[in-house]
């Protein structure tokens, strides 16, 4: 059975922290989901900060809109923050039919109606 293919959006302290349980916890996350999750793409500000983060593990790319477009991703995990580009990333992403995780607070209170009636 094919992995769920995961973008992360982000890769300051919580993108990171994600990154690592996802990692060190994927046999255990594989056997209750019953597939794999694999983070297959990440986007960042510093590309080197990134790539020494993630070496080989998953592809670092600049421009986050990359991850939401990407045809192969099936879920995005905004970790980014704010509400003004996080928004729009996120609508990209469901625009392109990716579920989409975040732990945005001021992201959903801000614009929680609108996402969640895009989503539907």
């Known amino acids: 059975m094919e992995p769920i293919r995961v973008g992360l959006l982000g890769l300051g ?3 990171g922290g994600t990154f690592n349980v996802l990692a060190r916890n994927a046999e255990e996350i594989a056997r209750r989901a019953g597939r794999h999750i694999v983070v297959t793409k990440v986007s960042a500000r510093d590309l080197v900060k990134a790539k020494s983060r993630v070496g080989d ?3 670092v790319v600049a421009d986050p809109f990359e991850i939401v477009r990407d045809p192969s991703i099936d ?3 905004e970790l980014i923050g704010g509400d003004g580009l996080a928004r729009e990333l996120v609508l990209e992403a469901i625009a392109h039919g990716k579920h989409v995780v975040t732990a ?3 992201l959903l209170a801000k614009h929680g109606n609108e996402i969640f009636a895009l989503a539907s």
């Open 75 to 77: 879920i995005v995990v």
């Open 104 to 106: 945005n607070k001021a």
């Open 57 to 59: 593990a998953a592809q």
């Open 13 to 15: 302290v919580v993108g």
